[in-house]
């Protein structure tokens, strides 16, 4: 018998959204995990927030309401703010009740200089790399260190000479940029959008954009980031960037992989300098790797997991829109890529967890 098709509504609701999420769905570990990390940074909270006053939108649920921005590629937080209007996987992953209202999207941008300040981005990734140390899925001997361009959220319109006072736009939306035949470079010019970003190219024969670079520290057992960051993206700053994050590792012989650009004299004496065997790829002419390393088999097993870095940066940048950044200065940046990669890592144990022991 065909059914009636008429729309009632309900002036109840006797399913709660703990109810209507599957017990198999995928977030439910991810849940698990992100609140054993929130728990555990209830004092930093309790330190950032003012004792007296008006009660803010808890902490945890805007960092969940954010993870899942960078889980399911909402674009931007007010569109998120959307989402959690109607989607009731949305409302149960943040802990919002059926009938609690949503807040504005600007409260993100106002708890974000706390989060800023206290080093929340750090401190949630730290959480989330504990838990897997718990479950021994990190490996404390062999790592991989590569880095990245990151695309600024700023256009070469406003990449202009420093000091130099710009006429009246023609159009304020899309003014008339005329800079054809200008030399421009990091030392005369500067973006008057975002002055922390730089201008740089991928490669030769690549066109230049403005720029960061995201550098990531991966563990070779199950391709976990164990460290992240992101600087400015001058000429040597992913090899700087890189012995940064390798002389946070702890004081004993470890191993580095890394592509042919870390193949060169000076990188390769920092970083045995702080007891780290370089297993970086051998440039054809002109490197400094030789067969004292190439000879031993730990080599070409570091070279062939290497490439697995490569997945966590295509992740980040297609998953969780790293591509084209949404956040301006040196800092945000940072502190998105540190929570990005924190993301990445608990897709990454969910995975972990659902495999047969």
Known sequence: ????????????????????VPADHPLRPIRRMTDEALRRLSSQFEAIYARIGR????PEQLLRALLLQVLYSVRSERLLMEQLEYNLLFRWFVG????????????????????????IARAFF?????????????????????????????SLKSFRKRGEVAPPPDDPRNPTVNFHGERRSNQTHQ???????????????????????????MENRHGLVVD????????????DAALGLLAGLPARRVTAGGDKGYDQRPFLAAVRALRVTPHVAQKTSGGAVDGRTTRHAGYAVS??????????FGWMKTVGLLRKLRHRGTARVNWIVLFTAAAFNLVRMRTLLTRPT
């Not at 790399?129 to 959220?153: I, K, M, N």
């Open 191 to 217: 973006s008057t959008t975002d002055p922390d970003s730089r201008l740089s190219r991928k490669a030769n024969g690549h066109e230049a954009k403005l720029a960061y670079v995201g550098e990531l520290l």
């Open 228 to 239: 992240a960051c992101a600087v400015r993206a001058t000429g040597t700053a992913e090899r």
């Open 1 to 20: 018998m065909r059914g009636d098709g008429q729309h009632t509504d309900h002036l109840f609701s006797y399913l709660s959204p703990e109810q209507r």
């Open 96 to 119: 919002l009740g059926m009938d609690e209202a949503v807040w504005t999207p600007t409260t993100f941008t106002k708890n974000r200089e706390r989060w800023l300040d206290g080093d």
């Open 303 to 312: 070279q062939r997991i290497r490439k697995r870095i490569e997945e966590v």
């Open 55 to 58: 009660p803010s939108v808890p």
């Open 126 to 154: 730290g959480e989330v790399l504990a838990q897997a140390r718990t479950q021994r899925w990190l490996s404390d001997d062999h790592f991989t260190v590569d880095g990245t361009l990151l695309e600024a959220w700023a």
